[in-house]
Structures are given as C-alpha cells and as structure tokens.
C-alpha cells in the first residue's frame, strides 16, 4: 500500500471473522446463558476429545459424509495451542463454567422437590451463581421451570466482552472449516485482533467500502500497532468496486443474494432479509457485498440459526442499517434467547416485533407473520416469517417456516390479502434436535427422540399448502446452502438423489400444475416492476 495519508478503500472481499474465545460467534456462544451452557457442555468437552485424539478429529473433518460433525479441523502440529486456549478457557471463563454447573443442579433440583407446592423455599436452595438472575415458576400443570431474567445476565460476570475478537483477512474462495466446531487460531494471513464487536473502529473500516479514508486513520481507529497495520494494508486498495446499479430510480425491485437473502428495494426503500452476503466478486455468478445500496433502511431477521443471522455479513453493514427488525422472544426460556438483547449488546439498532405487528415505510408496509416448525419442536418464539409490501407488490418471506398447519396461511391471507410472491425453504429432512441444541439440554435424551425432532422446513405438500392458502402467483425456494461461499457455515452436501431435491422438483411439478410461475433458486435473481 501507499503512504499512509493516501485515500484508500477497503477491499469488497476483506472479510471478519468474529470470534468468542477463538469459537466463530454466533447467537448460541454470545447470548450468555447459552453461552455458558454450550461453553460447558459442548466446546470444552469437543476440545478435551481432540487434543485426546487429533488425527481422529482431522480424519472425520475431512469424510465428505461426516460434514458439519463436531469434529476441530486443526493440523496435529498446533494442538499445543488447542491446548493453551483449553486451559484459558477453564482459567478465565470460571465464572461462566460455574453458572453452567448451577442450571444443571438448579434443573435436578425443581426437578426432586418442585412438586405443585410453594416454590418460595427453594430460592434459599438455589446455587449462588443463580442468585437474582432466575425467577422459579409452574405452568397450569404445575410443570416446574426457571426463567432467567436475561438483561441482568447480560451486566453479570457471565457476559464478559473480553471474550470477543476479530480476524480480518481476505477472501480466497477456499472454504473455511466449520464455524460450530473448529476454532480459528492466529495465522500470517490474518489480521489478528482482540476487540470487542462494538469497537468503533470496525465501523469506521467497513465504511471505507463505500468512502475513502487513510491507513493513518484506521490505524488510529482500531488502535494498530506497526506490524498489524502492514497486515491491514493488504485489505485495502486505492479504488471501490462498487457496483453501479446498486440503486433503482423507479418501481420496485428484489435481488436474491443466495441462502435466505433478499434485497427487496424501490427509489425511497432499502430492506434486507437474513443477511448472508458473498464478499468474493471474481466469479460474476452472485451478487456480493458490492451490490448492496450505501443505505439499508431494514434488516429482516427470521430466526436465531446461525445462518440466518450472520455476523460476518452484519457487522460489516452495521454503520449503514438503520434498524434491524426481530421477533421478540418468549424472555427468559434457556431456548429461546433474546434476538433483540444479543443484537443491542453488539451495537445494532433494534426493533422488536410480535406476529402481526407493523413497520410501516413510505410506500409500504413490513407485517412479521407466525413462524411454525423448524425449531426441533422446542419452545422458541423468536421467530418470525414477514410480509413485505412495497411498490405495489406483496412478498411473502416464508425462511425455514412449515406449512405443517396450512390453515394459518389462511388466516395470514384474510388478515393481510393475496401475496403475490411467496419465498419458501425447504431443507425437509434437516438436522436432528442434538446438532443444534444438545448444549443447552439438561436432561439427556435418546438418539431415537432427537432424530424425531428435526430442522426441518417444508416438504413438497406443506409448500404446496402454503402457496394454495396465501393465493400467491409464485414461488421461490431458497438454494439452501448450495452456494459455494456458505460452506463453512452450512456444510451441506446434496446429490441428484438427495430427498430435500427431490421434494423441490416435486413442488415445482405441482406449480406448473396449477399455473403458478416457481424456480429453485441459486447464486442470484432479479425482479423488476
């Protein structure tokens, strides 16, 4: 790079990789009474398995059929700093591991002695750790449960930002290993730094897509020393690759950038949905980080799955969203974190929504619409399917949700009218109750029970349900995670022969049966009208 009060841009395919103690951050390992859970229950015990065994965790990293196991894809050579990040961990995050320690005997005990009388007398009984932050309650069948008054865990030892750092690197199209059991060690390639998600100086990098600062001056926003400064002049170039028809000047207009996001826009609006964006524009085959607007107004959040809110992609665009629109949760349930909490305690802009409440635009309106399913059958509510109106159109964003009870999507119909567009998943056979959630369970159940319980969305009839009911003119389904820059997050592997293809081409078969314009998409779309 130049001299160092030269304008520079930063390169469209810098990307950040945030980082809870070293672990890819996704809601699960910031929120911190999951954090603590899946810290205890899951990352501590997969690092204790692999530095027992290295090469079988390298082995199964690299079986195609064992993609996205718990398996830490880390060369032999470096299991000593496995190691030391191992002792750190128990070292420094005493305090989380013991709060994990008290859910557990908390849970035993209501579970011996909360037996349909006061609860007052178990408080005294509760471990310290505990203490003000649970409220003991039963439902109206006396089942016994505690609810964590979740924004005081937030100002406890439990939640400590010091856990938070960053890799800046580049994006080379090779895939990453898999965000939820590989931690990211130091490497020459990457800039390596330890600050918390809210540091203002990543704001002021990211803006340096779209205005030109100087190194001098992110050096002195991210506080760099002399080496870590060389390593961020590689991220920068002298010029934007902006695209040029990032803007519309009429009508309405939607992008499909691949996975579950959209860019649905007009002259006066910008909205994103699930943001998972590429930052690789070598291929032209996607749209990237380059075709987003200078202003998103919204941000769209479904659900709380790590590829639905994507901090590689969202921090990054923080400085340009004007607020991020999420379903509220049930508060206080170990399962159903706090979406709103999780995205504030990291410096977004939030807007909280219940079914059927409105934001409304100038020229349209977003309406949160019932989410069913696809949550393992466990009780989280925050979730949510949208319908957005604008530029006189209607699109129905259908995420992950089930149509396992069609007559809602009539009711949704008679509540908000026909829906011309309608976006749908359907990953139908999707992970068991155990890939996602076994950290947070504090009673063990069978593999039987958890194959059961699966991440699943709709199958060829629950999809044909839901067009039937909205009366929508089209659909669109989701690639879900076919696209080649998702892999580390996704790690899905499908064939011609796979069952979830096979329900697509069976729905699309009953679209074209009943005149209804359908596509499966991949890598990119565009809409005009």
Known sequence: MGLPDEPVFLRSNAIIEPLVDRFFAWMHIIAPVQASMNLANLQVPLLESYLQNPQVHLAASRNPALRGGYFVNIE???????????????????????????????????????????????????????????????????????????PLVYTSPVYDRGRQSVQLSLDN?????????????????????????????????????????????????????????????TLLSDRPSLAPDRHIDSGGRIRYFGHACLLLQTPEVAIVTDPFISTDNRHGDRYTIDDLPDRIDYVLITHGHQDHIVLETLIPLRHRIGAVVVPRSSRGNMCDPSIGLYLKAIGFNVIEVDDFDEVPFEGGRIVATPFLGEHSDLDIRAKSTFIVQLAGASAFIGADSSGIDPVLYRYIRNHLGKVDMAFLG??????????????????????????????????????????????????????????????????????????????????LGWCTDHGITAEHLFNKREWRW
Not at 179 to 188: F, K, N, Q, V
Not at 433 to 439: D, K, P, S
Not at 468 to 482: F, V
Request: hydrophobic share 40%; glycine share 6%.
């Open 426 to 507: 359907m990953e139908c056979d999707g992970a068991p109750l155990t890939w996602l959630y076994q950290g947070l369970l504090t009673r063990p159940v069978t593999k039987k029970m958890s194959d059961s319980r699966k991440l699943s969305g709709s199958n060829a009839k629950q999809a044909a349900d839901i067009m039937q009911e909205l009366d929508a003119d089209e659909a669109y389904i989701y690639a879900m995670g076919e696209e080649s820059w998702q892999g580390h997050v996704m790690a899905t592997t499908y064939t011609e022969d796979t069952y979830q293809l096979k329900q697509i081409d069976e729905f």
């Open 76 to 150: 032999e050579s470096r299991s000593n700093e496995v190691a030391d990040l191992l002792d750190g961990i128990k070292r420094d995050r005493a305090d989380m591991l013991t709060f994990a320690a008290a859910v557990a005997e908390a849970e035993s005990m209501l579970e011996q002695q909360a037996t349909g009388f006061d609860l007052t007398p178990l408080y005294p009984k509760l471990p310290a750790a505990l203490n003000g932050l649970v409220e003991l309650a039963y439902d109206t069948n006396n089942q016994p449960s505690m609810r964590y008054i979740e």
């Open 173 to 233: 199209g090779v895939e990453r290993p898999f965000i939820l059991s590989t931690p990211r060690l130091p490497g020459p390639d990457v800039l390596d730094l330890p600050r918390r998600f809210d540091h203002p100086g990543l704001d002021a990098l990211f803006a340096a897509r779209t205005a030109p600062t100087t190194l001098a001056a992110l050096r002195e926003a991210l506080e760099l020393d002399d080496a870590q400064a060389a390593q961020l002049a």
